[in-house]
T-cell receptor
Framework: KNEVEQSPQNLTAQEGEFITINCSYSVGISALHWLQQHPGGGIVSLFMLSSGKKKHGRLIATINIQEKHSSLHITASHPRDSAVYICAVTGNQFYFGTGTSLTVIP | GAVVSQHPSWVICKSGTSVKIECRSLDFQATTMFWYRQFPKQSLMLMATSNEGSKATYEQGVEKDKFLINHASLTLSTLTVTSAHPEDSSFYIC???????????FGPGTRLTVT
């Protein structure tokens, strides 16, 4: 069993749709990261969370420490949001989810 | 926001040669940097933690003599893949922790192809 589980693995959405990607973890953590990886491989750090909620533009990330669960929401999705979204947690060591591949169709 | 750069962004080398990859924090001093690798269609795997001025801490299964890490300054860590083999072909990514904010910033990655 992976320490970090993401769902769904693959997601296709129409432009404009509201998107949610979920991340559950089973270890104690000090922080949770949401990363975006574009087809070329480059990685962008979207959020680092230790509690509550953060918002940046059309992206919203929430974390529930008690339930060991985080969600990444994308409002008004756009084709340029197409990427792999990775959830990672840091505690005693790093654990990475396997990623959610998002395709937004115009 | 804070930026972490990597150089080169891609490199092709012959089997048996060594390749050095640089990771720089551009607008903060990073006492701790991390190196990861990613095989195609797989998630990131932490290779080692690099602390400025001390030896790197390698994850289990990572050969420290093959993947040499040097963190000689607060803004630069290097990963040298020694005697590269085709199976070392991978995407190598670094991240750096900003000690002021505890935020971690990822570099754009370096794609290594060993022929």
């Amino acid at each position: 069993k992976n320490e970090v589980e993401q769902s769904p693995q693959n997601l296709t959405a129409q432009e404009g749709e509201f998107i949610t990607i979920n991340c559950s973890y089973s270890v104690g953590i000090s922080a949770l990261h949401w990363l975006q990886q574009h087809p070329g491989g480059g990685i962008v750090s979207l959020f680092m969370l230790s509690s509550g909620k953060k918002k940046h533009g059309r992206l919203i990330a929430t974390i529930n420490i008690q339930e060991k669960h985080s969600s990444l929401h994308i409002t008004a999705s756009h084709p340029r949001d197409s990427a792999v979204y990775i959830c990672a947690v840091t505690g005693n060591q790093f654990y990475f989810g396997t990623g959610t591949s998002l395709t937004v169709i115009p | 926001g804070a930026v972490v750069s990597q150089h080169p962004s891609w490199v092709i080398c012959k089997s048996g040669t060594s390749v050095k990859i640089e990771c720089r924090s551009l607008d903060f001093q990073a006492t701790t940097m991390f190196w990861y690798r990613q095989f195609p269609k797989q998630s990131l795997m932490l290779m080692a933690t690099s602390n400025e001025g001390s030896k790197a801490t390698y994850e289990q299964g990572v050969e420290k003599d093959k993947f040499l890490i040097n963190h000689a300054s607060l803004t630069l860590s290097t990963l040298t893949v020694t005697s590269a083999h085709p199976e070392d072909s991978s995407f190598y990514i670094c991240s750096a922790k900003d000690p002021a904010s505890y935020e971690q910033y990822f570099g754009p990655g370096t794609r290594l192809t060993v022929t």
